[in-house]
């Protein structure tokens, strides 16, 4: 099994940062994709970031130039640093990544448990 951990949610000011992080574990042979969703209420969940694990990015036009995704292959661990924060970004964030576990070696789809992020005026 493997579990994807989010930490770096909170409430914040428009125009402030925040940075989240989404630690996995368990039994990892290797990690492909990683990214990051959100969904705000009465929304449905959509794409805000990703990267491969030859660290090639995609943002959503929503966030280009704002977020930055990055990651960290010995840690299992990808970043989301959110700068100039908008109150339409307020959302539950979510990590997403594609995992090959080991024994026997497969490839599966995991999601964090979520983070909330408040962008208050």
């Known amino acids: 099994q493997v579990q994807l951990v989010e930490s770096g949610g909170g409430l914040v000011q428009a125009g402030g940062s925040l940075r989240l992080s989404c630690a996995a574990s368990?039994?990892?042979?290797?990690?492909?994709?990683m990214g990051w969703y959100r969904q705000a209420p009465g929304k449905q969940r959509e794409l805000v970031a990703a990267?491969?694990?030859?660290?090639?990015?995609n943002y959503a036009d929503s966030v280009k130039g704002r977020f930055t995704i990055s990651r960290d292959n010995a840690k299992n661990t990808v970043y989301l640093q959110m700068n100039s924060l908008k109150l339409e970004d307020t959302a539950v964030y979510y990590c997403?990544?594609?995992?090959?576990?080991?024994?026997?070696?497969?490839?599966?789809?995991?999601w964090g448990q979520g983070t909330q992020v408040t962008v208050s005026s």
């Open positions: 990267i491969t694990s030859g660290r090639r990015t």
């Open positions: 368990g039994s990892i042979f290797s990690i492909n994709a």
């Open positions: 997403n990544a594609d995992v090959v576990v080991t024994t026997p070696v497969h490839g599966y789809n995991y």
